[in-house]
Structure formats: structure tokens, C-alpha cells
């Protein structure tokens, strides 16, 4: 039995989807079970990854843990999941986190919160494996409003490039893991198979819809305030702007093979994933 947390979002769906379709016994932990929309083959329970005790029960019975979890509470959170899995004798952790926590420089806020969750992970004595994707292609669904309707790309740091991954690679990565053996003690920087721009982006999604599309350069200060006006947290904002602004740095841009590596399967170009989410962009 595997427990997925995180399972309904992108990459945690992702990864279920894989696992009932290779006939693995999937557990999926989630705050709203009513609400999951998961296959009817998974044994969804509820469970707060801050609350140890919903973390025990969902346990009860698990051979292996996919461990996702976001925002300031990442050491907490990672640290309650790890202490109760070691109380369950679980014979495997595959945590993802950022690729960024591999830069000894990023001392900002996310990928300070992965590493000491890696840090817990790495001294519980329960097998592991860490995933470090160096940033995520389905981040350009933030883009889709303002695609749909202006037409138009605003980002800050422009000219920065990330090496961004598929979800759907990360979940095929983490399937691999977890149902083979010879990952333990292993960390896995994850990326697509080309670095890009903002710029560049907003180019193949134009071609790909078979309409102009601007992408207009915002400054640091504005795109933070869109974030508050999404309703996040002013620590939210800092931390994903940080993030946001190590695109400039070398770090991000370095392709890495390790999704073929891993999973025999090339990784998946922007293009394709932006032919696969084109719904999601095409005017109503």
C-alpha cells in the first residue's frame, strides 16, 4: 500500500492516476475526502499533515509514503509525517521538494523550508529518495486569465530561465520510485529538456493557440501585489517572488536527464504540455 499526501493536487493526481493504473494499492490523504473526485479504486482517507494523529490512522497498514507538502509549515508538516512513519515501521519516503535546495546560495525562503524537511527525512533512518524539480510547467496557468482575455504575458525577470518540468513527469519520476527498487539514498534534480524565458514561453503558447500573445515585463513590486490580490499571505508573496527571482541565476537553467533516467521515457517539451493545456488558454 502506497500513501499518497497531496493527492489532489497537480502532481499528487498525477501520481495516483499511475498507480491504479499499474494495479497498486494507492491511499490518498486529504483534508476534504467528500471532495477528492479520485478514482473509485483508491482508499481516500482524511488526514492534515499538521495534525499526527489523522497522520497515524492514514498509516496503518502502508509499505510506502509520497510526501508533498507546501508553504512555511514544510519542516513541521515533513517532520510530523516522518515521526509517525517511523512509529509505523514505513519502508520508504519519497518527498517532494526543490530542486533549488541542491544550491548552496538559495538560502531563501522555500528551499530553506525543503531542506530541513530533508534534513528530518535523512536522519529518521527510513529509507528515502528526494525529488527536486527546478520549477514547474503548469505555473503558466497562472498566465491563462490574462491570455484569455488582454491577450498577454505579465511576469517580472524576464529575462531569467528555468528549466521547467511537466507534472505529469514528476508523477511518472515518482511512480518509478516507489515501485522499483534501487532509488534509496538518492536525490533526483528534475527538469525539462530546455531552459526558458518568460519571453519564450508566452512565443510557444502563441504558436501553439495560432494568436499574437505580448508578454510585457512587470516590475518586482507589482507582481508581488498580484499575489496578495490572489489572497495569499505577505510570507507567501516574499517567498514566491524569491523564487521567482533565482530565474536570473545559473542554478534553474541547467537541463538535467534524470526524468529518462528514471523512467526510460524522454522528458516532456513545453510545447507538448502547452498542446495538451490548450483549454485552458483558448478564449470562452
Same mark, same amino acid.
Given at each position: 500500500?502506497?500513501?499518497?499526501?497531496?493527492?489532489?493536487?497537480?502532481?499528487?493526481?498525477?501520481?495516483?492516476?499511475?498507480?491504479?493504473?499499474?494495479?497498486?494499492?494507492?491511499?490518498?490523504?486529504?483534508?476534504?475526502?467528500?471532495?477528492?473526485?479520485?478514482?473509485?479504486?483508491?482508499?481516500?482517507?482524511?488526514?492534515?499533515?499538521?495534525?499526527?494523529?489523522?497522520?497515524?490512522?492514514?498509516?496503518?497498514?502502508?509499505?510506502?509514503?509520497?510526501?508533498?507538502?507546501?508553504?512555511?509549515?514544510?519542516?513541521?508538516?515533513?517532520?510530523?509525517?516522518?515521526?509517525?512513519?517511523?512509529?509505523?515501521?514505513?519502508?520508504?519516503?519519497?518527498?517532494?521538494?526543490?530542486?533549488?535546495?541542491?544550491?548552496?546560495?538559495?538560502?531563501?525562503?522555500?528551499?530553506?523550508?525543503?531542506?530541513?524537511?530533508?534534513?528530518?527525512?535523512?536522519?529518521?533512518?527510513?529509507?528515502?529518495?528526494?525529488?527536486?524539480?527546478?520549477?514547474?510547467?503548469?505555473?503558466?496557468?497562472?498566465?491563462?486569465?490574462?491570455?484569455?482575455?488582454?491577450?498577454?504575458?505579465?511576469?517580472?525577470?524576464?529575462?531569467?530561465?528555468?528549466?521547467?518540468?511537466?507534472?505529469?513527469?514528476?508523477?511518472?519520476?515518482?511512480?518509478?520510485?516507489?515501485?522499483?527498487?534501487?532509488?534509496?539514498?538518492?536525490?533526483?534534480?528534475?527538469?525539462?529538456? $530546455?531552459?526558458?524565458?518568460?519571453?519564450?514561453?508566452?512565443?510557444?503558447?502563441?504558436?501553439?493557440?495560432?494568436?499574437?500573445?505580448?508578454?510585457?515585463?512587470?516590475?518586482?513590486?507589482?507582481?508581488?501585489?498580484?499575489?496578495?490580490?490572489?489572497?495569499?499571505?505577505?510570507?507567501?508573496?516574499?517567498?514566491?517572488?524569491?523564487?521567482?527571482?533565482?530565474?536570473?541565476?545559473?542554478?534553474?537553467?541547467?537541463?538535467?536527464?534524470?526524468?529518462?533516467?528514471?523512467?526510460?521515457?524522454?522528458?516532456?517539451?513545453?510545447? $507538448?504540455?502547452?498542446?495538451?493545456?490548450?483549454?485552458?488558454?483558448?478564449?470562452?
Amino acid at each position: 500500500m502506497i500513501l499518497v499526501t497531496g493527492a489532489t493536487g497537480t502532481v499528487g493526481r498525477s501520481l495516483v492516476d499511475r498507480l491504479v493504473a499499474a494495479k497498486v494499492p494507492v491511499r490518498a490523504m486529504t483534508r476534504r475526502p467528500a471532495a477528492a473526485g479520485l478514482p473509485a479504486a483508491v482508499d481516500v482517507v482524511a488526514g492534515d499533515l499538521g495534525d499526527r494523529g489523522s497522520i497515524a490512522a492514514a498509516l496503518r497498514g502502508v509499505d510506502r509514503v509520497f510526501l508533498l507538502s507546501t508553504g512555511p509549515d514544510i519542516p513541521t508538516h515533513d517532520a510530523n509525517l516522518i515521526r509517525e512513519a517511523t512509529r509505523a515501521d514505513v519502508a520508504h519516503v519519497v518527498k517532494l521538494s526543490s530542486g533549488r535546495t541542491g544550491d548552496d546560495t538559495a538560502t531563501d525562503p522555500i528551499p530553506s523550508w525543503h531542506r530541513r524537511g530533508e534534513q528530518a527525512l535523512r536522519d529518521s533512518g527510513i529509507p528515502w529518495t528526494i525529488l527536486g524539480p527546478l520549477g514547474f510547467m503548469a505555473n503558466a496557468l497562472h498566465w491563462a486569465d490574462s491570455i484569455r482575455n488582454r491577450d498577454s504575458v505579465f511576469a517580472a525577470y524576464g529575462h531569467g530561465r528555468i528549466a521547467v518540468v511537466d507534472e505529469h513527469d514528476i508523477a511518472s519520476v515518482a511512480a518509478t520510485v516507489l515501485t522499483t527498487d534501487g532509488h534509496d539514498g538518492r536525490t533526483y534534480r528534475l527538469s525539462g529538456p $530546455e531552459a526558458l524565458t518568460p519571453a519564450e514561453m508566452t512565443a510557444v503558447l502563441a504558436d501553439v493557440l495560432g494568436r499574437p500573445l505580448r508578454f510585457l515585463e512587470v516590475e518586482p513590486a507589482a507582481a508581488r501585489q498580484a499575489i496578495l490580490d490572489h489572497g495569499l499571505s505577505e510570507i507567501m508573496a516574499d517567498a514566491i517572488m524569491a523564487l521567482r527571482a533565482t530565474a536570473l541565476e545559473s542554478f534553474t537553467s541547467v537541463v538535467h536527464p534524470t526524468v529518462q533516467e528514471v523512467t526510460g521515457v524522454r522528458p516532456t517539451s513545453f510545447r $507538448e504540455w502547452a498542446t495538451r493545456h490548450l483549454a485552458d488558454f483558448a478564449r470562452v
